[in-house]
């Protein structure tokens, strides 16, 4: 569960793309060999809501250092990559500089020809009196925390995987996760308390196919969680079956899910159809589930982007529900996401995002949702150099009754290069 604070600006866009893993760097760069990435960057950034509150708000205008480094080693069949990015501005609560939301991560990677082996770890601290973002994980929303402590997520993946080109293939993976706070106390929905917490995941996946067309996917995961505020530890076991069937436009799927936990179990099943049209993909999934106390929820994902003659225009909706949380217990989190750049030269880029995430806890219906509206323009000053401008609006609401809003402007300069050797 890999957990990061995403960046202010188009948060579900920051959760894919601002802390991208080398594994995908490796993509791009196939040639033995090694590569470094600095990056540098300077922003003055201006709020009418320094820490996003209901009261007490406080105008400010700040310096912020970026910097950030990459490594990158890759033969044609394994690769290793290091990355570490931080920020340098002041803090809320005491206004003195220092080292902001400090992410380090690695990644390896090897492959033979008929197996694969990932791992991967990171470790990164988060002022939450920031409240920059909810707090995400790589599949997707986890929660809000909220709050005036350091948060420290620790997690680290592997996955093993083979018979990739048989008929039949298995998956083992395992995840371990570590959060811990300090200096202050932390929230969740409804203001509840949070305390240190760790999970431990062990998962197995097999597919078979059936014909050239058709696949068989089985699953079965195994959670333990961990609250230092609440005694013992509770399992969660997940079985899944899928079929898919490939067709000349793409892939039909009809899963079926079922979720055991220490309070009850949940059932789904869901059914989905990818188009891969001229203009674009787009991507439907449809279901139900039947939650915890009973009721029936309706889950589902739709994504679709569509490439115009000068940029691009994208669409995402997810709405789903899971205990794998912070506090481990059933939530309905749905999630919109709205993108568009546009080419104004060949130096010059318009982007604009609206992002929307909401969380509602299913026995308490305790619920907070977050949005985002951003517009950025950026242009390429010369090799290596580039600056940008912009405009974000957020509106954050609680259970309560509590919300926030704030403004921010910002004007930013950056410098990024790669050395291969």
């Known amino acids: 569960m890999l957990l990061h604070r995403a960046k202010p600006i188009l ?48 105008s400010s205008l700040n310096p912020v250092l970026g910097l950030s480094f990459g490594l990158l080693t890759a033969t044609p069949t394994s690769s290793f990559g290091f990355n570490a990015d931080s920020e340098i501005r002041s803090s809320v609560n005491t206004d003195n500089l220092g080292v902001a939301s400090p992410l380090l991560s690695t990644t390896y990677a090897r492959k033979s020809a ?7 770890a990171s470790v990164q601290k988060t002022d939450l009196s920031r409240n920059d973002a909810p707090v995400v994980d790589s599949s997707g929303l986890v929660g809000f925390v909220t709050g005036t402590a350091t948060r420290r997520a620790a997690v680290a993946d592997a996955a093993l995987n083979w018979g990739l080109n048989s008929r039949v293939s298995y998956g083992l993976s395992g995840q371990v996760s570590d ?23 062990l998962g197995g996946t097999a597919q078979l196919d059936l014909t050239k067309a058709t696949q068989l996917n089985t699953g079965l995961s195994y959670s333990r969680f961990d609250d230092d505020g609440v005694p013992g530890s509770s399992d969660t076991v997940t079985a899944t079956v899928g079929l898919s069937i490939d067709r000349p436009l793409g892939a039909v799927t009809a899963t079926l ?14 059914v989905g159809r990818t188009l891969n049209m001229p203009l674009g993909p787009v991507s439907v999934e449809i279901g139900v589930t039947t939650t915890l106390n009973g009721d029936t929820a309706l889950r ?17 909706l997810t709405r789903d529900v899971s205990s794998l949380n ?29 992002d929307l995430a909401e969380v509602e806890d299913m026995f308490s219906n305790a619920r907070s949702l977050d949005a985002n509206l951003g517009a950025t323009y950026s242009r390429t000053l010369m090799k290596d150099w580039s600056a940008s401008a ?12 509590d919300t926030a809003q704030s403004n921010t402007v910002f004007l930013e300069l950056r410098r990024s290069f790669v050395t291969r050797y």
Request: glycine share 10%.
């Open 300 to 316: 589902g994902a739709v994504s679709a982007s569509r490439t115009l003659p000068t940029g691009t225009l994208s669409f995402a």
């Open 326 to 354: 912070e506090q481990d217990s059933e939530r309905l989190s749905t999630q919109l996401s709205l993108g568009y750049s546009r080419e104004l030269s060949p130096l010059s880029e318009l982007q604009v995002a609206f």
């Open 257 to 270: 899910r079922a979720t055991d936990t220490d309070e009850g179990q949940r059932y789904g099943l869901s």
């Open 179 to 201: 959060v811990t706070y300090s200096g202050g106390v932390a929230n969740g929905l409804n203001g509840s308390s949070l305390t240190d917490n760790r999970r431990v995941t």
């Open 11 to 58: 948060l579900l866009a920051a959760l894919y793309g601002a802390a991208a893993p080398a594994a995908l760097m490796a993509q791009a760069y196939e040639t033995s060999g090694i590569q470094l990435t600095f990056g540098t960057s300077l922003m003055i950034e201006a709020t009418d809501n320094k820490g996003l509150r209901a009261d007490d708000k406080e």
């Open 114 to 120: 008929n197996a694969a082996l990932d791992l991967s």
């Open 390 to 401: 912009g405009y974000r609006y957020r509106y954050l609401e609680d259970t309560p009754g």
